[in-house]
């Protein structure tokens, strides 16, 4: 009955002790692993023997102060020899190195790196397309009625847009009126045409589609805004005509009236609408990758200059170092 805690104590150690030994050096452990268990198993069988306990406690004190002291000291010996070795290898390829590979190395090495990255640049960044809308205008605050709350709140309720940029942006709840007219006021640059009353409405979106209708729907915000009230006067006095003018001059009457409300209506008119572009404005891609291409070529040169200069330098003293010592 006394063996079974004896073999169990000492079978748990010899475990623990052959975890502890991964402190040490990889191929330390190749070298003196087994034997290094083995002197522990027979002293841990030693140490119980004699004083059960007691004896595997005095043991572990002793081998966890050999382990400090011992692992540190052949990891730093492995280090040295690792760097002797790597010391001869760069010793080995300073001598057969040659300038104009290293050059040549280098240059290729940078030269793929710098067009691979703008390749990746240009792939990654999002198309930009821009569609413009042409109107007409008869009034000197055109361009601040255009980008005004009312205008832009009513393109923005025409087209739907609280609802498409949830959708499109993915987001729980739809976008508040404030945070969508900020936005579609950011996506609007008006550039009026110098000595005309022309106004081009251009809309920058990431969706080629998106650009033009949101253009179209600014312009014809603007336009049905600006006569909102004329033409409901129109219709109103059309609608008294035709019930106090007698027939034939109600004909006359009603005929003046449209007149009237065409000659209104003419003085605001969209000369264009937008278009889907056909490609984007931003990025340039094949601009990104030429700057990449030059820039691989001028710093991969300066780089390879560089190299093959070092090389030079190291192979030289890589000479004088091996060279034999004359009498």
């Known amino acids: 009955m006394t063996n079974q805690p004896d073999s169990k104590a000492v079978a748990l150690s010899q475990k623990f002790y052959a975890r502890l030994l991964v402190v040490y050096p990889r191929k330390h452990r190749r070298e003196y692993g087994p034997a290094m268990a083995q002197l522990f198993r027979d002293q841990c069988r030693d140490a119980w023997a004699e004083s059960r306990g007691r004896g ?28 002797s070795a790597f010391n001869r290898l760069l010793l080995t390829l300073r001598m057969k190195s040659n300038p104009i590979i290293v050059f040549v190395a280098l240059f290729t090495i ?52 609280n609802e498409k940029w949830r959708l499109k942006y993915h987001l729980g709840n739809a976008f508040k009126a404030p945070e969508t007219r ?18 081009d409405i251009k809309v920058y979106d990431d969706d080629r589609n998106e650009a033009a209708e949101i253009a179209n729907g600014v312009a014809t915000a ?53 278009e889907p572009a056909l490609r984007a404005i931003w990025p340039n891609k094949p601009l990104i990758v030429f700057l990449g291409i030059l820039a691989g070529i001028l710093v991969g040169a300066l780089a390879g200059a560089i190299g093959a200069y070092v090389s030079r330098v190291l ?13």
Do not use: C
Not at 56 to 78: C, G, M, Y
Not at 141 to 146: D, F, I
């Open 222 to 274: 603007y336009l049905r805004s600006r006569f909102a009230d004329e033409i409901a006067a129109l219709e109103e006095a059309i609608e008294t005509v035709e019930k106090t003018v007698p027939d034939a001059r109600r004909v006359q009457r009603e005929n003046e009236l449209a007149q009237a409300a065409a000659r209104s209506e003419s003085r605001v008119e969209i000369i264009d609408s937008a």
């Open 110 to 161: 940078v030269l793929v790196l710098a067009v691979g990255s703008s390749g990746w640049v240009a792939s990654v960044l999002p198309d930009t397309y821009a569609s413009t809308a042409r109107i007409k205008s008869d009034g000197t605050n055109a361009l601040m009625e255009l980008k005004s709350d009312a205008i832009l709140d009513r393109a923005l309720s025409n087209l739907g847009l």
């Open 315 to 327: 192979r030289r003293r890589s000479k004088v170092e091996i060279a034999p010592s004359r009498p």
């Open 182 to 199: 900020n936005l579609l006021r950011k996506m609007i640059h008006l550039n009026p045409i110098p000595d005309t009353k022309l106004i």
């Open 56 to 83: 595997l406690a005095a043991l572990w004190f002793r081998v966890a102060i050999d382990t400090i002291k011992s692992a540190p000291s052949e990891h730093l010996q492995n280090l040295a020899q690792r760097k």
